[in-house]
């Protein structure tokens, strides 16, 4: 939302943009509400993450397409339709395809019209930007997301069901840490990630600055 | 088999919070946290436009289900419920300006919460009927006002306390709520489940 109007960029910087420097799950800290109730499985959030990356290049491809034609004062109204339609049809797509993970997502699948992420890219990057620019950010952010919620859902599967993608890592005697499958575990993992990189930041500039989330 | 109007109330006020047990609502939760004083109003005005949005939903689904055009439902949700938003805060405006005046921005971001829309998306999912459905969007409401006061009360207490500066700000709210969703899970045995 607050990212300010910078001159031309190259593709590659556009595209490179959401998945380290402004990645929407670890930097921007947008999304949440998908981001912590599907993260727990690496397959739920792997297919989360696609189904989100689709909607976004999608919306982002067509408000661009379009940035001349809608009026100023119903510019939101326009946005939010357009990403309702592509919401509905990836739930029928997702239907089709896999009625497991449909059924494992539930209503998060249709949640994807109110994320924050595919509003916030439509208004703030694909409305001021010709087509190819605006897809290549989005396919960045996306790509951004999927990491983040993948980083997120491997941790809490390994953690709390002793598996990875559903294949048991550990032997018998493992005795799994219920409580991160749980939704007390979404908010502690993500926060741990959220402490290394504050960490790791705090490190890279020793004594300059510890506080980067205001 | 039909779930009592109590259970659905305690169920979805404790047991399966909206914010702490299904993730629903957490940007504002996150973002308008900081304050006693503020949380309260936002959570009021919240309830109020859950407890629109579900009457609105019930009768979109029915008149969707009746002309089966169910592919329809989502963007007419959406639809209606930006809709509301904007209606609420006309009439607000117009008959309570201090109201109007203590809830400012957070009127219309309310759109965007996800708490809104995943009341009338788990309702028409659960099949609820009329009365279930209105039950259902004021317990949310009134969990979502919970979580934010309960978390706002401890981060008004955090601020005085010294923390690392690697801890400070989402991550150290993160686990806050972590901790807090964990004190709900005890709840679990007292609602009905899923």
Sequence with gaps: MNVPLHPPRSSLEELLEGIWKQNPVFVMVLGMCPTLAVSVSAMNAFSMGIATTFVLVASCLLVSLMRHLVPKEVRIATYIVIIATFVTVVDYLIQAISLAVYEALGAFIQ????????????????????????????????????????????????????????????????????????????????????????WLEAHRHTGNEGTRHA | MPESLSSIFIGTLLANNFVLAMFLGLCPFLGVSARLNTALPMGAATTFVMLVASLCAYGLNWLVTALDLQFLRLIAYIVIIASAVQLVEMFLKKNSPVLFRALGIYLPLITTNCAVLGVALFQTAREYSFLQALTFAAAGGAGFTLALTLMAGLRERLNLANVPNVVQGTALSLMLAGLLSLAFMGFAGLGAGE
């Design chain 1, 111 to 198: 949640l994807i019209v109110v994320n924050c992420i595919i509003l916030g890219r439509a208004e703030a990057h694909a409305s001021k930007n010709p087509p190819l620019p605006a897809v290549l950010n989005a396919l960045g952010m996306g790509a951004g997301f999927t990491l983040g919620l993948f980083a997120l859902g491997a941790v809490r599967e390994v953690l709390g069901a002793g598996k990875l993608f559903g294949f048991a890592l550990f032997g018998a005697d493992f005795q799994p840490w219920v409580v991160m499958v749980l939704p007390p575990g979404g908010f502690i993992v993500l926060g741990s990630w959220l402490l290394l990189f504050n």
